[in-house]
């Protein structure tokens, strides 16, 4: 079956650091792999998505995510923190044979100080 | 464009209690689904639909009942609330791309309290 683990439920960064989210898998097909991001307060935002195209994808506010099958992860960068980064992020995997059901990750609350 | 519309944002029930969360979107999009969101649990589904007429159960569908008459539309009924359905519900939509179906446009939740 597969599962998500994103390890880190806290993370603490400077505004204007780089931001690292760490999100690994496990699925027995090549998996779709998604970041959402949850601001508080409102639902979720697709950040961006992997479907078997490029390894490194590029999403919206300047985050990133590259898809590495050998280590099975697919973490979630951004160059320089902002402020309002400060969210919730969640990453999910869909089985490419079933991908109409997401398993989700239990998110990652990022923090980011003045 | 208003996008995936929640209604109401807040609600509180007493046990026995039933209700309908209600959920619209303007994109035309095939795909709707209802999540409920809980401390240390993560997402998980409830139901989902992929067009007018046809739904389907996801992973905790005990509860709750989903019908889908038109596309825009795709309500969640509570038949009698527990307080272990105490939760933050959102409702969800995509269309359809060629590669499945997955979450693109969230409602800003429904916080829903049993008492």
């Known amino acids: 079956a597969q599962s998500v683990t994103q390890l880190g439920s806290h993370v603490s960064v400077s505004e204007g650091a780089l931001v690292l989210l760490r999100c690994n898998y496990s699925?027995?097909?090549?998996?779709?792999l998604f970041w959402y991001v949850q601001y508080p307060n409102q639902g979720l935002q697709l950040l961006l998505k992997?479907?078997?195209?490029a390894t490194l994808v590029k999403g919206i506010n300047g985050f990133e995510a590259e898809f590495k099958k050998s280590e099975t992860s697919f973490h979630l960068t951004k160059p320089s923190a902002h402020m309002s980064d400060a969210a919730e992020y969640f990453c999910?995997?869909?089985?490419?044979?079933?991908?109409?059901?997401?398993?989700w990750g239990l998110g990652t609350s990022l923090a980011v100080n003045p | 464009n208003a996008g995936v519309t929640q209604t109401p944002k807040f609600q509180v029930l007493k046990t026995g209690q039933s209700m309908t969360l209600q959920c619209a979107q303007d994109?035309?999009?095939?795909?709707m689904s209802w999540y409920r969101q809980d401390p240390g649990m993560g997402l998980r589904l409830i139901h989902y639909?992929?067009?007018?007429?046809?739904?389907d159960q996801g992973e905790v569908p005990n509860g709750y009942n989903v019908s889908r008459s038109t596309t825009e539309d795709f309500p969640l009924r509570l038949l009698s609330a527990a307080p272990s359905q105490t939760s933050v519900y959102f409702c969800?939509?995509?269309?359809?791309?060629?590669?499945?179906?997955?979450?693109?446009?969230f409602g800003d939740g429904t916080r829903l309290s049993i008492l």
């Open positions: 969800a939509s995509s269309p359809y791309h060629g590669q499945g179906y997955q979450p693109q446009h």
């Open positions: 994109m035309n999009h095939e795909y």
């Open positions: 639909s992929v067009g007018a007429g046809i739904t």
């Open positions: 699925s027995s097909v090549p998996p779709y």
């Open positions: 992997y479907t078997s195209a």
């Open positions: 999910a995997v869909a089985d490419a044979g079933n991908n109409r059901k997401l398993i």
